[in-house]
């Protein structure tokens, strides 16, 4: 969307001839503070101020400046306030200087002592080791679009972000309002803003005067501000083609000019924040944007990870004109999910949008898709599918935002982003502000100090020892030196203590391993753990919590399985089958259920004389190109969710996954399974019966089957995507197998949709 007009508040101010046209106030914690002060309009005579402070509490403070300077019409004054009372997110302290020209004219404004710097590769928030903990913002509303309704309710928003742990937002390729400033200099909020952005890739000198005289007004207006930390030229290389060795210049000096015009204020700089092949030049912040579907891509995100934290020469220019020192802060600038929001009962204006005419990001027709595809029988309503998407989104931003904490390099991180947008729906709250379901847990996990529980693996067989390592990121000033970690399983029945040991602030510490042995069970458990750091005298200081699966252990099946296998891809497979106690026949004897990787010829003929088959689909060359159900890869395109998230979805109210799947959309206990291929071309009505597994994008965009009963001849036949590898040593994979060979053999196997 490119708004226009206007959409910010205009004023029409009466002056004198004389006036003071801005007031600067550059104050350092030690209690300096530089004042400038520049006249505008007909000299008349000479300029005499006279100055007064109220402190934060509203009480009159006594300020003495001294004139420094008067070139031209600026005045320069310096003075010096005892013990000032620093302004940072924990304590918002404002003191309000008012200015008197001799002729009568006035201005006052607002600033706050603090110092926001970098050493060393870390940030420091006057003088204190400072942990980011951020959201990207577009400051979007859902009738103004760009125009925030009214400041209360900017305030009340922030004071949101600062529930949910929030200490900064990133506000979003836009210059806010004064009064989105206003209020996160009150509320205590950290703001990171941006140039806005021109079109990709037309850059020219005209641009670029214009991103120049916006960065001076950027600045000019916004000086007093103590809650602007971090300003970008450029956003992901947008407007710039960063090949070109005139436009990387261009923005090595106007980052050089930022620095010169921001001198004193405390802000960094970054000239690109950057993803995927673009990169920095010269920055203050080394940041990145990265997005990964979690969990079914977690393990390219965990090691994406470690590859930025460890300094990699990608993310800055390769054409040797960068100018890195080694030294800037990490940042995971930009990584979210999705978490389709509550619908009011009156749809909203903006559901027929898209973004850029993508049908994947368009609302309306949702609750229509809902039903169509059979949804609706899954879930009550379209609320009820929303919070088991918001609860999805929330496991997975709880895996970034832990595997980014434990990494000691990487300093903070912006999750994509503080409020839902009608195109995204990533937001921390939605359109309407209000909080998603897991805000609670989100807040336990976005703190100075965070409490990791990691196990070494999501399933568990009954009896089977668990063990969670467990870690620490210490940012806060807390004495840790007496804490220990308490944790305990389900209502308390297991419980344990952990000695916490050194910890060093602004650090990460591995400490001791926890281990427990799971209960017998004789179905499908998610057992939580809960755990909390507590100081010596009782109190918490982070809490976390954590879920292991604990799976049956397994009856033997009577069931016969014949594997055809000519490309001999099967063979372990066979192997760990014949182990679990299935019998296994040989292929040219044919008995019981077929299980194959491809319909060949040879299975089709088998399926028109009536056969069963249990097709695990390996690639496109597992069904005949003449078919109507096509299967296609996720990989390289948007079904692999990184950008508009899927969601893996299982009918829990019927094999075979009623017998393995705790939830009805699909989380780390399967992420072993998770296909890489989508069962295309199934038709919407059939879903309600004949898929029983499947994944949709967005809004509900985008449906396709991961497993599908089809009936071809006289024979039936089990299609899914759904992968094996792990048989016989993950208790999902090894229970959802045994469940799909048991369903298709059974007589309640019984399709309707006609392979064609």
Request: hydrophobic letters at 40%; one cysteine or more.
């Amino acid at each position: 969307m490119q708004p226009s007009g206007i959409w910010q508040a205009v004023e029409l101010e009466v002056r004198p001839l004389t006036y003071i046209e801005s007031l600067h106030l550059s104050p350092e914690i030690d209690g300096r503070i530089t004042i400038q002060i520049r006249l505008a309009g007909t000299r008349e005579g000479g300029a005499q101020f006279t100055f007064e402070l109220i402190d934060p509490q509203g009480k009159p403070a006594e300020l003495h400046p001294l004139l420094v300077s008067r070139p031209n019409n600026l005045f320069t004054f310096s003075t010096t306030l005892a013990s000032p009372q620093l302004w940072s997110p924990v304590t918002p302290n404002l003191y309000t200087l008012k200015v008197t020209l001799n002729n009568g004219d006035t201005v006052q404004d607002r600033f706050g002592f603090r110092r926001f710097e970098t050493r060393a590769g870390k940030f420091y928030l006057n003088g204190e080791p400072f942990y980011m903990i951020a959201a990207l913002d577009q400051d979007f509303y859902p009738e103004g679009i760009y125009s925030p309704p009214s400041e209360d309710y900017i305030r009340e928003q922030f004071i949101r972000a600062k529930k949910l742990g929030l200490n900064l937002l990133r506000c979003h390729i836009k210059v806010p309002d004064p009064r989105y400033l206003k209020s996160a200099d009150e509320v205590g909020l950290l703001v990171w803003y941006e140039i806005p952005s021109w079109d990709e890739r037309t850059w020219t000198l005209r641009t670029a005067r214009r991103a120049e005289e916006t960065l001076k007004a950027m600045i000019e207006r916004d000086w007093n501000h103590p809650c602007i930390v971090i300003q970008s030229l450029i956003n992901e290389s947008w407007g710039l083609n960063q090949k070109e060795a005139e436009q990387r210049l261009w923005l090595r000096n106007l980052f050089d000019r930022a620095k010169r015009e921001t001198a004193g204020l405390g802000r960094l700089i970054v000239d690109n924040s950057p993803c995927c092949d673009n990169f920095h030049v010269k920055t203050d912040i080394n940041d990145f944007h990265q997005y990964y579907s979690i969990p079914d891509n977690h393990s390219s995100f965990d090691d994406w990870v470690a590859d930025f934290a460890s300094r990699p020469q990608w993310a800055f220019s390769k054409y040797g004109d960068a100018q890195p020192t080694g030294q800037e802060p990490l940042v995971v600038s930009e990584f979210g999910n999705w978490g389709l929001p509550k619908l009011p009962e009156k749809l909203p204006w903006w559901f027929p949008l898209d973004f850029n005419g993508q049908e994947v990001t368009r609302p309306a027709g949702v609750l229509d898709r809902l039903k169509n595809y059979g949804l609706d029988s899954l879930f009550r309503d379209f609320n009820d599918l929303a919070e088991e998407t918001q609860r999805h989104q929330f496991l997975s931003l709880k895996h970034e935002i832990e595997e980014i904490r434990l990494q000691p390099t990487i300093e903070g991180y912006v999750i994509t982003e503080f409020t839902d947008l009608n195109w995204e729906c990533n937001g921390l709250l939605d359109m309407w502000r209000h909080f998603k379901v897991y805000a609670e847990e989100l807040a336990e996990i976005q703190q100075p100090d965070i409490l990791i529980a990691r196990p070494w693996q999501p399933n568990y067989k009954a009896g089977e020892q668990v063990r969670i390592q467990l870690a620490i990121s210490h940012y806060s000033g807390a004495n840790l030196a007496a804490a220990s970690v308490e944790w305990s399983l389900g209502k308390g029945n297991v419980a344990g203590k952990a000695t916490l040991g050194s910890v060093e602030r602004a650090s990460v510490e591995k400490l001791e391993e926890i281990s427990f042995i799971t209960p017998q069970v004789s179905s499908p458990q998610a057992l939580e753990v809960r755990l909390e750091i507590k100081s010596g005298d009782g109190a918490w200081l982070a809490r976390t919590r954590c879920t292991v699966f604990v799976y049956p252990n397994r009856s033997v099946s009577p069931v016969v399985v014949t594997v055809h296998d000519p490309g001999d891809s099967l063979q372990s497979l066979a192997t760990a089958l014949t182990a679990s106690g299935f019998q296994v026949g040989s292929d040219d004897k044919p008995a019981g259920l077929i299980l194959t990787q491809a319909l060949d010829a040879h299975m089709q003929e088998q399926l028109a004389a009536g056969a069963r088959v249990l097709l695990l689909a390996k690639d496109e060359t597992s069904l005949p190109e003449h078919l109507k159900l096509k299967i296609i890869p996720r990989s390289g395109s948007d079904f692999d969710g990184n950008w508009i998230t899927n969601f893996n979805w299982a009918r829990t109210d019927r094999l075979p996954f009623s017998t393995v799947n705790l939830g009805r959309i699909l989380g780390f206990e399967a992420v072993k399974t998770v296909p890489r291929f989508i069962l295309g071309g199934v038709p919407a009505e059939s879903f309600g019966k004949d898929v029983l597994s499947g994944v949709f994008y967005g809004w509900l965009n985008h449906n396709a089957a991961y497993a599908v009963q089809v009936k071809a001849g006289e024979g039936k036949a089990l299609i899914t995507t759904f992968r094996f590898d792990a048989y016989g040593q993950d208790p999902y994979v090894t229970h959802l197998l045994d469940g799909m060979i048991r369903y298709a053999s059974s007589a309640l196997f019984s399709p309707g949709l006609e392979l064609n």
